[in-house]
Each structure stands twice: as structure tokens, then as C-alpha cells.
């Protein structure tokens, strides 16, 4: 990727503005909102925005300082950002890793008639890489065992009464993430009335606490990675490979223990079900994509796994 960044200031926005077109290359196309889907944390997130026009709206906090970003796709090799607030410099650099330059989609190549076909309708997607671990962890530890729209609802509570507005002309209310020393913390009863139960809420405080280890482990090769990030307490399996996904651009990172994946991969692809050992044994053959096979499937309409019963009841923690 090749891009350029322009500063200024304008009487109308007073934090700082950065301007900038980044060009990618024609031989790596790239769906920008299929790509950045993963982030959001469902409709109503309060940090990502599917806008009428397209364009993808993000807040997230920098070292540097909170940052508002827009993503607009001007075809298929090109892109507009801007960035408003204290980190939009810092954010624009990240901009190549957040679509996925470091991806490499070209070497997947599934013998599976059904994989290949999720491919060819998925041109274009892409790993993302944010690199802000702790904005990834925190919603996915809220989404460990409880039906995720409840784990939705609880981000959007915490992020609205814990973070800050996001800067610059946002097309509607968005919040930059809390810091790790403002998750540290948030009072219990807070958790609780956001639905949050205990054990999720000392797994998020915990985690927050761990800030310079999670600085190292970000630099780290995302399965080296995966394995640091099961270190801390109340992290596992799942829950490092749904943060490898997002901040971490791993296109390895098999969400295993997830309620629905493994029916999902058994139903969509062999025509039954299978249970995450099954799963495992199955994919092994497409390492190191197979947390792309999963994306491909689910970006193209493919993911397949018939209903059997009622939908999963939302579990409220606020009455315990």
C-alpha cells in the first residue's frame, strides 16, 4: 500500500484533522466494509458505523490519544481516510494493517466446492489486522457464554458510560473504548448493572491490568500470540483466537468452543454436524487459513446450520 497524509486545521472542527488517500495495489483488491465487518459488535456498536453512503466510521484510542476515522471505498483499489482528534496522525499509519496489506489471501486455495465458491463470491475480503488488543478482548470477554445479544448490549452500556465522545463530525453518536486504567476501574456494580456477570467482570479488570504485557504480546506472531494471551486469567481458547481475528490480522485463529461454529462448518460443508473436535481434525488440511474458510463462508452467504428450536434465551445477570 502507498498513501499520503495531509494535516490542517479548520475553524468548524477544532480537534486535529488528517487528511489522506491511501492507494492500494491493484493486484490486492479490497472490500473495505466486508473486511472491517468483524469489528463491529453489531448494529448499534458505539465505535463502528455502517454509514447510508458506505463509508465505515470508527472510534478507538490511540497511544497517542483518541482518534474518530472514516473509511470510504472509492473502488476497488482505492480508499479515502480522514481522522479527526489526538490520534489521527498515529491512526492513519495503521490504516495498510488495519485492511489487511499483510494479508495473504492468494494462497489459500480450497479443494472444497463449497469453499471455493465462498471464495469467488468473496473477492476482495481480507484479515484485518487493528492492532488494539484490548479493544478486541474486552467486548469478546463480554461475549464469553451468553448469548451475544446481551454481550452487545452490555458493550454499548459500558462504552457510552465509560468512554468518551468520539472526536470530529461523526454522523452520529459514536464513543471512543475506555483506557485499560479506566476498565481497571469500573466499579462491580456497574458490570452488574450492564448484565455483566462476576466472573466476566474480574476477567475484564484483570486484563486491563495487564497492559504492558498486552503492548508485548501485540508484536508478537499471532499463534505465539494466541498462547501468551491464554496466560491470562479467565482468556482462553476462544477468546484469544476472537481477539486474534480482529486486532492480530490471523487468518489461523479457529474460534473453537464457539456455541455454533462447528455445527455450522459439519452442516455447511460435509452435510451434518460436527463437534469442535471433529472440526479440528476436519480443517487441519487448510491451516494456515482457517479462520479465513470461516470468514469466506460467513461473508458469502454460504454458513449453513438448520434450526432446530427455539433461539438461545437471553440470560440476565442483573437480577442475580
Known amino acids: ?11 468548524a472542527i477544532p480537534e486535529r484533522l488528517s487528511l489522506g488517500v491511501l492507494t492500494l495495489s491493484v493486484a490486492q483488491p479490497t472490500n473495505v466494509a466486508a473486511t472491517l465487518r468483524p469489528l463491529a459488535r453489531g448494529a448499534g456498536d458505539p465505535c463502528h458505523f455502517h454509514a447510508p453512503d458506505g463509508a465505515i466510521w470508527r472510534a478507538t484510542l490511540m497511544p497517542s490519544g483518541p482518534a474518530t476515522c472514516r473509511i470510504s471505498q472509492l473502488d476497488a483499489g482505492t480508499v479515502s481516510v480522514a481522522a479527526w482528534g489526538d490520534g489521527a496522525e498515529e491512526f492513519t499509519t495503521t ?42 478482548l474486552v467486548p469478546a470477554i463480554l461475549e464469553q457464554r451468553v448469548h451475544g445479544i446481551a454481550a452487545r448490549a452490555s458493550w454499548r452500556r459500558l462504552v457510552r458510560k465509560f468512554g468518551t465522545p468520539a472526536p470530529g463530525p461523526a454522523p452520529r453518536p459514536m464513543w471512543v473504548p475506555p483506557s485499560a486504567n479506566v476498565w481497571r476501574r469500573v466499579p462491580s456494580w456497574e458490570f452488574h448493572k450492564a448484565g455483566v456477570d462476576p466472573r466476566r467482570a474480574k476477567t475484564i479488570v484483570s486484563a486491563a491490568g495487564a497492559g504492558e504485557q498486552l503492548e508485548r504480546i501485540a508484536k508478537l506472531a499471532p499463534a505465539v500470540a494466541r498462547q501468551h494471551l491464554q496466560t491470562l486469567p479467565g482468556v482462553g481458547v476462544w477468546t484469544s483466537a476472537e481477539v486474534a481475528q480482529r486486532a492480530l490480522g490471523d487468518a489461523d485463529a479457529l474460534s473453537v468452543g464457539d456455541f455454533h461454529l462447528a455445527a455450522m462448518i459439519g452442516w455447511t460443508l460435509l452435510g451434518r454436524p460436527l463437534d469442535d473436535d471433529g472440526m479440528l481434525e476436519y480443517m487441519e488440511p487448510l491451516r494456515p487459513h482457517r479462520y479465513r474458510a470461516v470468514l469466506l463462508l460467513e461473508s458469502s452467504g454460504l454458513a449453513f446450520k438448520p434450526k432446530f428450536g427455539p433461539r438461545t434465551p437471553v440470560t440476565d445477570h442483573r437480577a442475580h
Do not use: K, N, W, Y
Not at 500500500?1 to 475553524?11: H, P
Not at 492468494?106 to 471455493?116: G, K, N
Open 1 to 11: 500500500m502507498e498513501g499520503r497524509s495531509i494535516q490542517s486545521r479548520t475553524g
Open 95 to 136: 490504516v495498510p494493517a488495519l485492511l489487511g496489506a499483510a494479508d495473504e489471501p492468494e494462497s489459500f486455495a480450497p479443494q472444497h466446492a463449497t469453499l471455493a465458491e465462498a471464495q469467488h463470491r468473496s473477492p476482495g475480503v481480507r484479515i484485518c489486522r487493528s492492532g488494539r488488543l484490548l479493544e478486541a
